[in-house]
């Protein structure tokens, strides 16, 4: 999520341009009440915002893609239908909560939900492309997160057409507090950048 795609180009730049400032980021897979952890604010897409939260986006559109290794396509061939996903070997990501998500695909108004099977299941994003790479399976991530390795011709992604962009991740905070100086600061860095 926004930890891995938005923050390691974003922090740095922002830190630059207030060296006074000190940033603390917390990276849960899991959903954190910002108030009750001690957070001044948080990131999350926006599906998963709390209505008395203000949210300024952080990145623009994001895209899921499925992807494998030249040596897993030459090996299984690639599927040309999400449903033919579940004819492969697929590398799962798991939750805190012990969930795992379903992989949704949408075309001309169908949505597809499949549930794939894998030898691999694990909360570590780098294991899951690592995994990729080395041919195990399919992947299903951000596109942001795998695109060094596709444009190094490690991973290829299949199944395009059924993954429209969805709206990128937002950082939040309290409508009905305080903003704390740095907090303002990094929102106008925010903005700013988006512009």
Same mark, same amino acid.
């Given at each position: 999520?926004?930890?891995?795609? =938005? ?7 922002? *830190? ?6 000190? =940033?603390?980021?917390?990276v849960?897979?899991a959903?954190?009440? !910002? *108030?009750?952890?001690?957070?001044? $604010? ?12 203000? $949210? ?9 893609? !499925? ?17 033919? !996903? *579940? ?37 570590s %994003? ?8 080395? %041919? ?12 060094? $390795?596709?444009? $190094? ?19 939040y ?13 990094? =929102? ?8």
């Amino acid at each position: 999520g926004p930890s891995r795609i =938005v923050f390691p180009d974003l922090i740095p730049r922002f *830190l630059a341009a207030h060296p006074g400032i000190r =940033v603390e980021i917390s990276v849960e897979d899991a959903f954190v009440d !910002v *108030l009750a952890g001690g957070f001044d $604010a948080g990131a999350r897409y926006d599906e998963r915002l709390e209505k008395d939260m203000i $949210a300024v986006p952080l990145a623009g559109p994001q895209r899921f893609v !499925v992807v494998g290794s030249p040596a897993y396509f030459e090996r299984h061939g690639r599927p040309t239908h999400p449903r033919e !996903v *579940l004819n492969h070997p697929c590398i799962r990501h798991r939750f805190p909560s012990g969930s795992s998500y379903a992989w949704e695909f949408e075309k001309n108004g169908e949505f597809i939900r499949v549930q794939p099977e894998g030898p691999l299941i694990t909360n570590s %994003g780098e294991l899951e492309v690592a995994a990729a790479e080395a %041919g195990l399976g399919l992947l299903a991530t951000f596109e942001g997160f795998v695109a060094p $390795a596709i444009a $190094a011709g490690r991973l290829e992604t299949v199944l395009d057409d059924w993954l429209p962009p969805f709206s990128g991740p937002y950082l939040y905070y309290p409508s009905r507090r305080h903003m704390p100086a740095p907090l303002r600061a990094f =929102v106008d860095f925010v903005k700013a950048e988006r512009r």
